[in-house]
């Protein structure tokens, strides 16, 4: 399974090489990639990000829950 941190490098790389790329379909293009039900996934469809520098922060967060996680285990 992915990492958060490597799906959000990944991602952001991507939506960069695209020119004019449009704010509402990139931050719907990012939720719909994440694994459905998960944390991040549930709290982008209930409280919408209208930026992508938005989404990122949230993302962020979730990323040193993860990485934490890890870290403990």
Do not use: H, W
Request: glycine fraction near 4%.
């Amino acid at each position: 399974m992915e990492s958060l941190r490597s799906y959000l490098e990944r991602f952001t790389k991507e939506k960069m090489s695209i020119s004019n790329c449009d704010t509402t379909t990139a931050v719907e293009a990012y939720r719909q990639g994440l694994f459905f039900k998960t944390g991040l996934y549930e709290e982008l469809t209930m409280y919408p990000c209208y930026s992508f520098d938005d989404a990122q922060v949230k993302t962020l967060a979730y990323i040193r829950l993860e990485e934490d996680g890890n870290f403990n285990n």
